[in-house]
Structures are given as structure tokens and as C-alpha cells.
């Protein structure tokens, strides 16, 4: 796999010698490919790959229809670029699939794979730029993201260390939760609460070199995306019981995201809400009467000349009034100091590590 990746690519078809002649030509462009012959098998790979960034999909799969992907993509709010590969399909059939959301589409036979790369390329190009401007959208609207949460340090053990190895790495960069890699590929999370857990069960007795990592490891691996925004993935780490999840960028493994750091996140917003609501309150309740008080005073100044004996003391009112109503004001603007999360303190430049 090239150091420089230019895109993750999921092609979807159920004939094996045009994936396989397909995979191999978009590989030595540099692009990550994988491959499902069914609709089920890649609505896997999409949920388990946070890193897609476009779909090929034949249009007519053994007694399915690939555009029930496309409809399953539209259902789970994704921009992902959906390229439709037919044989069959008449241009019409294909403008319609246009109509539909599809990106672009590709007749077989496929005689020169320079076109099929011509149009991933620039899908994988225009993606990049809608999910950034996706994620603008998200910082706009306050709303953290994956890459706000992952761990700083990232590190990692083979699937053949024991649990003895892990712990003791985990130890000396003083972190929580480690990799676990098969080759180039993860395969699982080693956390301290996995190696407390297996503690508190054998007592004693127990030995960690004597455990093979692979045995205590969280063994269902559930990809998150950088971009992802940290409602979207504490719905779903609730839903599937996980704690914690690899964070991809473009294919490659970025940090590891704990539920615990987004759930405190979440509290701490609820706080914030709450403080800001109270503020707000505060602030329309004192308004209203000091501004009617405001109003009456200006009109007495208007009304009383200024050699009255009187017209010092509503002078003195309305300079205390003054000084009340700016005072309201900083406390509102504290109100909008508070809502600002500086949650980028908790992104680290993690070293990258290639799932090929």
C-alpha cells in the first residue's frame, strides 16, 4: 500500500473476476479497495469502515438492486459519492439514478480502468471538500467531533504479545487503551479496565504473561470517523455496548475514542446550557423593569429644567442606572464566554498507523 493514499474505495459486484481486475488496478493508483459481491456484505464494510469515501455499486446484483444502497446511504443522512456500474442498464434507467442522489455512473465492460479513476479521483476530491464544509457546519453549531475526544498517544501491540506486554506499555506512556494489531490490520482494544476485570476474576493466581492478549482484547471493532460528530457516536457505541473505538482519518487509525471522555463532555455541556439559561433569565428580568425605569428618567430630564433642585438627584439616577445596565451586559457576554468549549485541547498528534 502507497505511503501517499489517494482515497478508500468500496466497489460492490457480484462478478469476482472484475473486483479482483478492478481492486488490482486501483491499488497500484493508490487507492485502499474493498470489495463486497453483495448488498449485506457492504453495508458491513460500511459500518465497520468509517473511511469510505466512494461507493461502485453494479446496478443489478442476483435478485437485489444496487440502488437499495444508495436509499440506505440517503437513510443514514451520508454524502458518501455513489457510482452506479452497469451492463445492462439503459441511459435512462441511469439519469434517473442521477435524480435519485447517485453521483455518476460507468457502463461495462470497462475497456480502460483510466476512466473509472478519472471519476473516483475527482468524487473522492469533491467528498472531501462537502465533509470539511460539513464539519465547519458542525463547529458552527458548537457540536464536537471525533477528533476532539481520541487519545493523544496511540500505540500499539501485535495480536501475539501477551496481556503482561500491553499493561506494561500502557504503563509507561501512562495511557489507558491500546491497539491491537494482526499485520497492518486492527483487530482489537486492550483497555486497563479489561486487564482490572481480569484481575478481580482469577485473584492471586493470576499470571499476565501467561495471557495472550488476543484473549482479553474487545475483539468487535467498530470504526469511528474524524468528523464524526460525538452525539452521532455516543448513540451508537451505546447501542452496540462499546467503550471505546479506533479513530480513522482517510484509512489510517488516529487515536482510540473512550466513551467516558464524550459522556463527560456531554455532562459538562448540559452544565454549561444550564448556566447560560439561568444567565439569560437573569438578564431579560432585570431588563424589563430597568429599562422602563430608563425610559421615565429620560423623559423627567427632558421635562424639568436644569436649575431645578431635583435635577441633580434624576441625573445621579440615571448615571446609576447607566452603571447598572452595563454590569447586565457583561454578565450576559459571560454567558457567551462560557458556552465556548475549547475542545481541541483534547486532540494529539498521534502516529498513523496504515490499515491497508
Sequence with gaps: MPNDLRGTVLMVDDEPALLDALKEALEIEGFCVHIANNLSAAKSVIEQSKAIETIICDLSLPNENGLELLDYLKEKGSVIPFIILTGQGTVETCRDALKSGAYDYIMKPIDDSKELIRLISQSIEKFRLKKKNIELEYYKQGMSLAKDFMSKDLISVNIDATAADAVAKMSERKISSILIMEGENAVGIFTERDAMNRVLSKG??????????????????????????????????KEKKIRHVPVTDKGKVVGILSLTNMLDHYHQVLEIKTV?????????????????????????????????????????????????????????????????LKTTDYVGNANMIDLG
Aim: hydrophobic share 40%; aromatic share 8%.
Design 204 to 237: 492471586s493466581s493470576l499470571n499476565l504473561h501467561e495471557i495472550p492478549i488476543k484473549d482479553v482484547m474487545t475483539k468487535t471493532l467498530v470504526f469511528a470517523d474524524v468528523s464524526q460528530p460525538w452525539p452521532e457516536l455516543v448513540t451508537m457505541m
Design 276 to 340: 447560560k439559561e439561568m444567565i439569560n433569565t437573569f438578564h431579560h428580568y432585570m431588563n424589563q423593569p430597568l429599562m422602563a425605569s430608563y425610559s421615565y428618567i429620560h423623559i423627567l430630564l427632558m421635562k424639568i429644567p436644569e436649575t431645578d433642585q431635583n435635577y441633580p438627584r434624576i441625573l445621579k439616577i440615571k448615571q446609576e442606572i447607566d452603571r447598572v445596565n452595563e454590569t447586565l451586559k457583561k454578565i450576559l457576554a459571560l454567558g457567551d464566554t462560557v458556552g465556548n
